[in-house]
């Protein structure tokens, strides 16, 4: 990519983002909106600054919580789909279910995990964080492993090649670009997970819980957490896509490539 | 000297390349969806020879090379490959095999493709890319070896699919219609490397195809083959001597082959089929 291919396509979602704030600082003047209706972008910015330090300290909390939750989802995804390949049997049991369960808020659970665990406890939340990415990496790595280029078996087949040299050969890279389409879905669904769960209950120290305590309080803080909350969603989204860049720009436009 | 004497003088084993005897195969057996797939076919290809299977679509000329490549097993029937069943070929490489789609590995660079047979049979890194480059060399695409598959045009990775099939030095090469997705100037351009290439390698070939022109120029014997069930029919011999270009294209026998095949295909030759049979074998002693 270019410089100038990257000028050409940053300037206008950048140029749009800033007549929108412009649009918006404008519109709460002239219709004198009040600041628990909607406060203008720069006295949220001004409560941003102003409350550094404790919007930091919640964004490292609900941040943790989705990291942690991340990882520990993603090792268990990736673990489950080498399992669902290996026992047929297994997979025809669990991967409709995970299909389903995709599609499920099953954000909700983390009411019922609050219970399980002392009220101080972070554990819940990350539980919650670890099921949600745990079946958005197990689906998409399951069918990157499975869903193998029929000529590339037979090929395999012909040098009788072993089945973990079928393993390593071929279903384990064309798992990888799956693996990081996962990612990059699970990334910024992990942090709204770990914000969402924060709603449920739990120690109120999270940019969740503090959005929920501020309500009644000062709306510009309260502002201030949301920008906080959508900046750690796009550092997350913008890690996973920087990781999978890094480790696809050799593979070309398309994972499957054209071979006609 | 003649390609096809050229690639005699490689071969190890003196014996023929491939030998199908009676060979039956039978999709779902015993159900209303049975399939006749093969019935008593009989082949046999020499060392060093280049034979072209056609037939119109189900005649089972593939379900043929599968079973040559032992990728699928016969009902009834033996088949040699090498000298061995084709069972022990096949784990023991002997044969490298090239399909329709070129089947490279996109994360790989192209000589790494090149390389996978190799790495398979645990060679050792330095030794493989040295192989691996002078297969390139032999396609001719030696300048290519660092690029991305998906970087290279339908005809050049089919060239690099057949220098991966070749990388083990195997004795036969099976190809199943690799030239099918290719357009026709592409085509004869490949056909004319295949035979170079083959011939210097000293290859055995099978080759599956549906084109006339294509089985033709290229083979020492058509199989001709009729489907439901699928049987040989008819084999002719193409002494079009070696070796092989655009003039050959232009022969009146050339031509004259082409119409034998054609006519072989409509079922209207003037002998029947048997004893076309008995002449193939008899051209074969």
Known sequence: ?260 | MSDQELRRQHVAWPGNAVEVRSVIKTFNAGTPKQVDALVDIDLTVESGEFVSLIGPSGCGKSTLLRLIANLTEPTAGSIVVNGKPARQARVDQDYGMAFQQAGLFDWRTVVRNVELPLELKSWDRARRRARAMEMLELVKLDEFAGHRPWQLSGGMQQRVAIARALAAAPELLLMDEPFGALDEMTREHMQAELLRITAEAGTSVVFVTHSIPEAVFLADRVVVMSPRPGRITELVSVELGDPRNTDTREDPLFFKKVTEVREALRGIGAKSADELLIEGVAEER
Not at chain 1, 6 to 26: C, K, M, Q, R, Y
Not at chain 1, 43 to 54: L, M
Not at chain 1, 64 to 92: H, I, P
Request: glycine fraction near 6%.
């Open chain 1, 1 to 260: 990519m270019t410089f100038r291919h990257v000028i050409s396509t940053v300037w206008p979602p950048v140029l749009f983002g800033v007549a929108f704030l412009v649009a918006w600082e404008l519109a709460v003047a002239a219709f004198d909106w009040q600041e628990y209706f909607l406060p203008a972008p720069s006295v949220i910015w001004q409560a941003f600054v102003d409350n550094s330090d404790i919007v930091r300290e919640a964004a490292i909390v609900s941040g943790q919580n989705a990291l942690v939750g991340l990882v520990v989802g993603t090792v268990l995804g990736v673990a489950m789909s080498f399992l669902l390949m290996r026992f047929r049997l297994l997979n025809d049991m669990v991967s409709p279910l995970a299909v389903a369960l995709n599609a499920i808020p099953i954000v909700v659970l983390v009411a019922i995990f609050n219970n399980q665990f002392a009220t101080t406890s972070e554990v819940p939340r990350r539980l919650m964080v670890t099921l949600i990415v745990y079946f958005v990496v197990l689906v998409n790595v399951a069918k990157g492993l499975r869903q193998v280029d029929a000529t590339h078996l037979e090929l395999l087949h012909s040098y009788a090649a072993s089945p973990f040299d079928v393993l390593r050969k071929a279903r384990v890279p064309n798992a990888v670009p799956y693996f990081f389409t996962a990612l990059r879905v699970a990334a910024p669904l992990a942090v709204i997970t770990a914000f969402v769960a924060e709603y449920f209950g739990g120690p109120q120290n999270g940019l969740g819980s503090r959005i929920t305590a501020t309500v009644s309080g000062s709306r510009a803080t309260m502002w201030a957490y949301v920008l906080a909350a959508m900046l750690l969603g796009l550092l997350f989204y913008l890690v996973s896509i920087a990781l999978e860049s890094l480790t696809t720009q050799h593979r070309g436009a398309s994972p499957k490539g054209d071979n006609t």
